[in-house]
């Protein structure tokens, strides 16, 4: 019943604005190459000395900086806290597949990653190297883990969650306790739709969790009571193409950044008020690939770092409200899907969202790969 893109022509795949209407059906109809869940892994994985590097890049320019300090920007320095310490491997290969987004803890130093295939939430030891199962869904459906965020004080995971064999659709935030490693609320995402879709997830510093929802114009959030509430409702948070994808808090958990995937776009809202600006972006913003949009960001040290399947974006706020912000781009190899701040620099999610919406082998590996590149002036 689902639309598969191997089915269609070259030509077709060709003709991007023809191809982008169909891309979008396949990925609401949850077509990919099978859902399988993922095995369990006791056994550590070695992580090799290649990283991600720019290969458009300029050698100047200012480098993105860890919230917790400056960010190396290449494998040859250590921890930036200070005192001499182990230091994370330039590349993390992964077990589970197409991991669509990620999360890193900073006081367990543990990344987080998910899978669109079995919706599994897997961890992995940047000082070993080592990766196992934090959980893998037992009910009915054919699950996929999306964005994810650390609430750091509360020990807490947050994970969006998509069941695509519902009909409507089924969009959910987990809760995962970090300190016990289980799953501890299951909340829906149905205030203001009957059909909700979670797709990243944002914590502030009173542990209220605000989602984005691809499919509807819609903002949710979470608090203290555990059940999902329509935030915003706004035509601005929605798309002809392909809606809602990354979110971040911004400082003083007065607004957020919400990114449009295509037509690529971002959006500043006011938690008080629902107030929704469009973010005038000079310079470039874009991906050129088909079905490419943006999507994971993270938010370091005043700029916001967004992630598109073949380039990473860096955004400096013009203006005190994120009303306007300058955008420079740097080039890096295709199949990204979300950008983690560590205290050893960015780290870049290879899941290859695009393969899975399309039916086709993966390009590559799926791994976490340290960000190298430098960002022209």
């Known amino acids: 019943m689902a639309l598969r893109y191997a089915m269609l022509s070259a030509d077709l795949l060709d003709a991007r604005m023809q191809a982008w209407p169909l891309l979008t059906a396949c990925w609401l109809l949850g077509c990919g190459p099978g859902s399988t869940e993922p095995a369990p892994s006791d056994a550590g994985t070695e992580g090799s ?75 992995v030891d940047p000082l070993t190297g080592d990766s196992d199962l934090l959980f893998a869904p037992t009910e009915r459906g054919t699950w996929m883990t999306l964005g994810m965020a650390v609430d750091e004080t509360r020990r807490r995971l947050w994970v969006c969650a998509a069941n695509r064999d519902t009909e409507p659709f089924t969009g959910q935030l987990w809760m995962f306790d970090l300190s016990r490693g289980a799953r501890e609320q299951t909340i829906p995402l149905s205030a203001g739709e009957e059909a909700a879709w979670c797709e990243d997830v944002a914590v502030a510093s009173d ?19 555990f059940v999902a509430e329509l935030l915003v409702t706004d035509k601005a948070l929605g798309s002809p ?89 740097v080039e890096l190899p295709r199949g990204l899907t979300d950008v983690l701040s560590t205290p050893q620099g960015l780290y870049l999610l290879n899941g290859q969202a695009i393969q899975f919406a399309l039916g086709q082998d993966p390009l590559g590996p799926f791994e976490l790969s340290k960000f190298v590149g430098k960002f022209a002036p």
């Open 49 to 123: 000395t290649s990283s991600i590097s720019s290969t458009a890049a300029d050698d100047t320019g200012p480098e993105p900086t860890s919230t917790s300090g400056e960010a190396s920007s290449s494998s040859e320095s250590g921890s930036t806290t200070g005192g001499p310490g182990p230091v994370y491997d330039d590349v993390y290969p992964l077990d589970v597949t197409y991991p669509e987004g990620g999360a890193f803890d900073p006081t367990d130093e543990v990344f987080y990653v998910g899978t669109l295939e079995g919706g599994a939430v897997q961890r």
């Open 207 to 225: 542990g209220t969790a605000y989602a984005t929802d691809r499919e509807n114009p819609n903002i949710y959030r979470a608090d203290a009571g």
């Open 241 to 329: 193409l392909l809606g809602q994808n990354g979110v971040i808090v911004l400082p003083g958990d007065e607004a957020l950044i919400a990114a449009i995937h295509a037509p690529p776009q971002l959006n500043h809202v006011t938690i008080a008020n629902g107030t929704v600006t469009p973010v005038v972006i000079d310079g470039e913003f874009t991906d050129t690939g088909l079905g490419t949009g943006a999507d994971g960001m993270v938010y370091v040290d005043g700029v916001l770092l967004v992630v598109f399947d073949g380039k990473l974006a860096q955004l400096t706020p013009t203006s005190d409200d994120w009303s306007t912000a300058d955008s420079v781009m």
